[in-house]
C-alpha cells in the first residue's frame, strides 16, 4: 500500500513542530530552573579499585582514563603488555594504575592474577568486562576456530573475570 504524498508532508512537519516544541520547552525549563537542580548527581568513586580488561587499547584504554580523571585507582588487564604501558602513561600518575598481562580466556591465567591482585591491590570496587574480539566477517564466514577463540573471549571470559 503507498501512502499519499500529503500524508508524507503531513507527518514531516508534525516531526518538525514536535522537535521544536520539545526543545522550547526544555529551554524554557533550564531557563528558569538553575543547572544545579538540573543535573544528575554522579556517584563520588574517588579512590575506589576499578578492575577493567581489555584495557590495553581501544575503548577500554579510553574508559580506563576517565576512571582516574575521577580518582578512581585502576587496575588493568590485557593480552598485550606494550598496551598496557602506554595506557598507564597517558594517565599521567593521576592515580594509582595496576598493569597485569592476561589472556582472559585462559581461566587458570585469569584465577593466577586475580590471586595476585587480590594480594598486591585488595578488593575490587567496580569491574568492567571489556575485553573481547571482533572479526568483522558475517558468523557463517567464520572458521570454527575463529568462532572458538571469539567464544572464549567474548563469552567464557568474561565468565572467568567475573568469578
Known amino acids: 500500500m503507498k501512502i499519499p504524498k500529503e500524508f508524507e ?6 516531526s518538525a513542530f514536535h522537535l521544536f516544541l520539545s526543545g522550547y520547552i526544555m529551554g524554557a525549563i533550564k531557563f528558569f530552573i538553575p543547572d544545579r537542580y538540573l543535573q544528575k548527581r554522579r556517584k563520588d568513586i574517588s579512590g575506589q579499585v576499578v578492575l577493567i580488561t581489555g584495557a590495553g587499547s581501544g575503548i577500554g584504554r579510553l ?7 575521577l580518582h ?7 593480552i598485550n603488555r606494550k598496551g ?3 595506557t598507564r602513561n597517558l594517565m599521567n600518575s593521576m592515580v594509582k594504575v595496576f598493569i597485569y598481562e ?12 586475580a590471586k595476585t591482585i587480590k594480594s598486591e591491590v585488595g578488593k575490587i570496587d567496580i569491574l568492567l568486562n571489556n575485553a573481547g574480539i571482533v572479526n568483522g566477517k558475517r558468523f557463517l564466514e567464520l572458521s570454527d576456530d575463529s568462532i572458538q577463540k571469539i567464544m572464549e573471549i567474548n563469552a567464557m571470559g568474561h565468565l572467568w573475570v567475573s568469578f
Do not use: G, P, T
Open 9 to 14: 508532508v503531513f507527518l514531516a512537519v508534525m
Open 63 to 69: 574508559v580506563a582514563i576517565e576512571f582516574a580523571k
Open 102 to 113: 592476561c589472556d582472559v580466556s585462559n581461566r587458570h591465567k585469569v584465577y593466577e592474577v
Open 72 to 78: 578512581a585507582n585502576v587496575v588493568l588487564l590485557d
Open 84 to 86: 598496557l604501558e602506554e
